[in-house]
């Protein structure tokens, strides 16, 4: 094996989390200091937090959907152990890669993430009547960094 790259990343993200009454209690909690802050700084983004109703749903990722590159899987694996669980998204099923070479064959990852609720189209039972809506979560943004 020969040298090998790494580079360090520090992000900032506003990820939907479940509504949960801990959750709740944090917010009403922290209300008065975002309050305070927004008046200082209106651009400091710490208004009231976006609520919305959210569902869990399956995300594809791979060539097809974000044109990955078969040198990208072991960045995909990585992510998929570390910084998705840190930000609330689950790990469905990890790409497998070759840790001798890098594969001719662009990674798939699945994971599961809380996102926006889809206007409520019904669904066809396999008999062909319907079947109903999936689930909805209340959620709110909070912020996550690294």
């Known amino acids: 094996m020969g040298p090998r790259q790494s580079a360090h990343v520090h992000i900032r993200a506003m ?6 009454p801990q959750v709740e209690a944090e917010l009403k909690k922290d209300k008065s200091r975002r309050e305070l802050i927004s008046r200082v700084n ?7 937090p976006a609520v919305f109703p959210a569902e869990w749903r399956r995300v594809e990722l791979s060539r097809a959907t974000i044109d990955l590159d078969p040198e ?3 960045l995909m694996d990585q992510m998929s152990r570390s910084l998705l669980k840190d930000v609330g998204i689950r790990t469905v ?3 497998t890669c070759a ?5 001719s064959i662009p990674p798939k990852l699945t994971v599961e993430a809380l996102l926006p609720k889809l206007p409520d189209v019904p669904r066809l ?3 062909g ?3 109903g809506t999936s689930q909805e979560a209340d959620t709110t943004r909070k912020a996550e960094s690294d």
């Open 15 to 20: 990820m939907p989390v479940e509504m949960t």
């Open 42 to 48: 209106p651009s400091a983004g710490m208004e009231e």
């Open 129 to 131: 009547g319907e079947e």
């Open 72 to 74: 990208e899987c072991e």
């Open 125 to 127: 039972s396999p008999a």
């Open 99 to 103: 840790r001798d070479r890098i594969s």
């Open 93 to 95: 099923r990890r790409p």
